[in-house]
T-cell receptor, first 113, second 106 residues
């Protein structure tokens, strides 16, 4: 049973480009969470999705950021027109039920030049 | 004041020592998580608890709901326990502490 998978593991973008981060939850998990860890800072909640629905996006910046979790395929975190301040590690986690243990992916390290 | 406070921020100890990391929170919660982040950055969920105590190997986690306080203990610590330990509380969303950086010397 594969764990949570994220790709790419490392992503380099120039300012103004788009970044797409993918997360495949553990098999059978329908709850996906995205977190951001800025350099030298703690983890911050961004968005919580359940298949095809955004349940809570209160931690996600209103502009340039969007997330989806389609019926088929991985969850996608999309950052448009990236800026240097978007450089961070982005972690995805999944759970079987909403109040169950979350299992984390290895993260995507985004570097904006 | 942060909603989740961890102490200490940094801890260096000798191999074999008993380690305690504390977490205090100020919000109502439905559960509390302890996570371990390795030097390479990967995150592992250690415990999720809403009352009492849980044990897994050399790790023990306790929570006191009335006091809004949780502790993570490591018995017979080992250099491979060196990591950042993160407390996170959840109600309708998850709030993370800043982490405790633990370094176990051989």
């Amino acid at each position: 049973n594969a764990g949570v998978m994220q790709n790419p593991r490392h992503l380099v973008r120039r300012r103004g480009q788009e970044a797409r981060l993918r997360c495949s939850p553990m098999k059978g998990h329908s709850h996906v969470y995205w977190y951001r860890q800025l350099p030298e800072e703690g983890l911050k909640f961004m968005v919580y999705l359940q298949k095809e629905n955004i349940i809570d996006e209160s931690g996600m910046p209103k502009e340039r950021f969007s997330a989806e979790f389609p019926k088929e395929g991985p969850s996608i975190l999309r950052i448009q027109q990236v800026v240097r301040g978007d450089s961070a590690a982005y972690f995805c986690a999944s759970s079987l039920l909403v109040l169950e243990t979350q299992y984390f992916g290895p993260g995507t390290r985004l570097l904006v030049l | 004041k942060n909603e989740v406070e961890q102490s200490p921020q940094n801890l260096t100890a000798q191999e074999g020592e008993f380690i305690t990391i504390n977490c205090s929170y100020s919000v109502g919660i439905s559960a509390l998580h302890w996570l371990q982040q390795h030097p390479g950055g990967g995150i592992v969920s250690l415990f999720m608890l809403s009352s009492g105590k849980k044990k897994h190997g050399r790790l023990i986690a306790t929570i006191n709901i009335q006091e809004k306080h949780s502790s993570l203990h490591i018995t017979a610590s080992h250099p491979r326990d060196s990591a950042v330990y993160i407390c996170a509380v959840r109600d309708d969303k998850i709030i993370f502490g800043k982490g405790t950086r633990l370094h176990i010397l051989p």
